[in-house]
């Protein structure tokens, strides 16, 4: 078994992770048309696992074709399972809700609650429901766990999330405007109490104009490390 885990950031929300036991994870589903990854970052081999934290076009527009090219499993909220399911995807679709723990392929996942909305927008223009957003933290072969926010704002329970599942990660949104920015993430990392934090959902419009440097004055001489990640770059942790 490797020892260590394998975090390629593809951008915006999305990390393609190696697990230690060599499972391929996908978080939110948006890599060939993700405007800020380079083009040689999209490649995938393989994919054991897709987590979607909500139906935002920026989270999930290619669940379904990369459901259909690699028969990975899905793990995502009751709703949107139900329209995966609509969609004709065949995978094994396993539709949860939060406070749940999944244990697929031995990766546990558990899905923590979010602040945000969720809806899936159909070609005809009508808008769906699509249940609630998550977070999720998830737990590899070797008990390195990481929490990823999804979209939110800040919110205490995010202690609990801390205090229960002890992240040693946590991939945290900064941008502001939609989620939190670097103020709130700050807040964020001393409830999680996390010593490292990946930075993501800033930078990939104007308007997400929050930024890891910001994060990092905010948590200056606080031991919290902010691991800045350029699209496409790949970091082995644990
Ligand atoms: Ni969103
Ligand atoms: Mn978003």
Same mark, same amino acid.
């Given at each position: !078994?490797? #020892?260590? $885990?394998?975090? @390629? ?9 190696k697990?230690?036991?060599? #499972? ?6 948006? $890599? ?8 040689q *970052?999209?490649?995938?081999e393989?994919?054991?696992?897709? /987590? ?8 999930? =527009?290619? *669940?379904?074709? /990369? *459901? ?17 399911? %609509?969609?004709?995807?065949?995978? =094994? ?12 392929e031995?990766? @546990?996942?558990? !899905? &923590?609650?979010? #602040? ?6 159909? =070609?005809? %223009? ?10 999720? &933290?998830? %737990?590899?072969?070797? +008990? ?6 999804? +979209?939110?704002?800040?919110f205490?329970? !995010?202690?609990?999330?801390?205090? /229960? ?19 709130? *993430?700050?807040?964020?990392c001393?409830?999680?109490?996390? +010593? #490292? ?9 104007p ?7 910001? /994060? @990092? ?5 606080? %031991? ?12 082995? !942790?644990?």
């Amino acid at each position: !078994m490797n #020892k260590n $885990v394998g975090v @390629r950031f593809i951008g915006h929300s999305t990390f393609l992770i190696k697990s230690p036991g060599g #499972k391929t994870i996908l978080i939110d589903p948006w $890599v060939k048309d993700n405007p800020i990854c380079p083009d040689q *970052a999209k490649e995938i081999e393989n994919l054991d696992l897709i /987590l979607i934290t909500h139906g935002h076009g920026d989270h999930m =527009p290619e *669940a379904v074709a /990369l *459901a259909e090219e690699f028969n990975p499993s899905i793990i995502c909220n009751f709703e949107i399972s139900q329209w995966l399911q %609509g969609k004709g995807v065949n995978c =094994p679709v396993i539709g949860m809700n939060k406070g749940g723990t999944a244990e697929v392929e031995g990766i @546990r996942v558990t !899905m &923590v609650d979010a #602040k945000h909305s969720s809806s899936i927008t159909e =070609p005809d %223009g009508t808008t769906i429901y699509a249940g609630e957003p998550a977070g999720y &933290v998830i %737990g590899f072969e070797n +008990d390195y766990r990481i929490y990823h926010a999804g +979209d939110t704002c800040i919110f205490g329970d !995010m202690k609990l999330i801390g205090e /229960l599942y002890k992240p040693d990660l946590a991939m945290l949104p900064i941008g502001d405007h939609f989620t939190m920015g670097p103020l709130e *993430a700050s807040m964020a990392c001393r409830f999680l109490n996390v +010593d #490292k934090v990946v930075p993501m959902h800033y930078g990939t419009f104007p308007i997400l104009t929050g930024n890891p440097e910001r /994060l @990092r004055e905010l948590l200056d001489g606080e %031991g919290i490390e902010v691991i800045e990640l350029e699209p496409g770059q790949e970091v082995f !942790m644990g």
